[in-house]
């Protein structure tokens, strides 16, 4: 039962990763290609369990939009802001931020509402509606910003290849009777890779310019900490239902950051430090949930009150 509880810990395969990554370094060529295998798999399983149908959509109208804002406004501006600092200097860095903007929160929102007796049953509905309409926008926005660098086409291909191949293949996987326990070890040793290739490339990177990865570091906290500190502060004193703001909050922060190792590595795969700035998001995201979950359970508990704005 130790062992169990040690290989469903999230953390505990971050940290192996870390290790690994600065041990082993770069893999070879065909990296690439394994995390886009990877992330298929992480995100199938991670998908699996999640349903919905029309009347939900409509019942949660509402609700739907103010998630997606903060997933493609909130999430993607901080983003695009906090990484428009690295653009003179750093381009390569500069152009991995550009895709930790573009793709969608992470399927993981849901498991953070549910852990803090969020909107479950809305953060499923609006998961679903923001990865369709991440079919167009992620490669919208790293188009629009990006420009004639990458090719949309080619964009659009990952994305559907990435999003909606995992989204088809947690159908059949709903019929096989897996236990959430071998769904979570599997996805943490998935995430286990990523990190080992997504920083294993990036070694030389990591160890000649600390300076830059500090920076990039102090970003990343200032993007999550801080934008879910201030969104936690405004919606709790506007009177915001608390359950919905569990769910606004974590879409406004926790990026699909294993989406975005995967499409660095693919457009730009003979610049890999491209991927330095959403590998380590994926880590302060870990440790983000890790921290924020106690604490907005102290000074935002989870007990229905009248609320002033349904939101």
Known sequence: MAAVNILSNIRFWIMLGIIFALIIGPVGEFS??????????????????????????????AQIIYATAACFIISTGTALLIGSFFIADHPNIWNGWVLLAAVPCAVSCVMMSFF????TVMCVIALAAIYLIALI?????????IGESVSVLKIFSYVILFVAVPMAASVPVKRVKISRTVK?????????????????????????????????????????????????????????????????????VWKNSGLAVALCFVLFGNAAEAAIPCAISLLIEVLWFAAMSGYIERVWPSVKQPS???G
């Open 116 to 119: 803090l007796k969020g909107n």
């Open 137 to 145: 926008l992620t490669p919208l926005i790293t188009k629009t910003v």
């Open 32 to 61: 690439s290609t394994l995390i886009v295998v990877v992330l298929i798999v992480q995100m199938t399983l991670s998908m699996d369990g999640l349903t919905f149908n029309a009347e939900s959509f409509k019942k949660n109208k």
């Open 308 to 310: 002033a704005v349904n």
């Open 184 to 252: 979570v070890i599997v996805i943490n040793v998935m995430i286990f890779i990523m990190i080992i290739l997504s920083l294993g490339e990036n070694r030389g990177y990591l160890f000649s310019e600390p300076g830059i990865v500090m920076l990039i570091v102090i970003a990343c906290v200032v993007r999550i900490f801080g934008v879910s500190l201030m969104m936690l502060y405004l919606m709790k004193k506007r009177g915001t239902d608390r359950d919905n703001s569990i769910v606004y909050i974590s879409m406004a």
